[in-house]
């Protein structure tokens, strides 16, 4: 058995594997009961499509893939930042339920740090 077959079967099974990630990521991104899990399965498609693009430049051996996996490594990181931030900032809308491991009162302490904001 040569190393071009070797290479040749674990990326093909790499791939499979990840077309099965992807499916099952996807699921989650279009149920995702909350909007934090779709942005957690959006962040995870970033890395699966990451691992697609590792396994395409061993299989073609084109070294310029890596540089576009980097790339878009970093976008996605900026873009689950942005999400954090625009949930930490958007708090929750009166009459919204927080999560069920919440401490008791954080609707209130929400609603009444939103209502110093709107009277300032």
Do not use: N
Not at 12 to 30: D, K, N
Not at 31 to 52: E, H, K, N, Q
Request: charged fraction near 15%.
């Amino acid at each position: 058995m040569s190393a071009v077959t070797v290479i040749s079967a674990a990326s093909a099974f790499a791939l499979f594997m990840m077309c099965a990630a992807f499916f099952l990521t996807v699921c989650r991104v279009i149920s995702g009961p909350t909007l934090p899990d779709r942005i957690v399965a959006l962040d995870m498609l970033v890395a699966i499509a990451i691992g697609f693009i590792a396994v395409v430049a061993i299989r073609t051996g084109f070294t310029l893939y890596i540089d576009v996996a980097i790339t878009l490594g970093l976008v996605g990181f900026l873009a689950t930042v942005a999400f954090a931030r625009f949930l930490m900032t958007q708090g929750m809308q009166p009459g919204e339920e927080g999560p069920p491991d919440a401490p008791p009162g954080r609707r209130r302490r929400a609603g009444a740090a939103r209502a110093g904001r709107k009277s300032r």
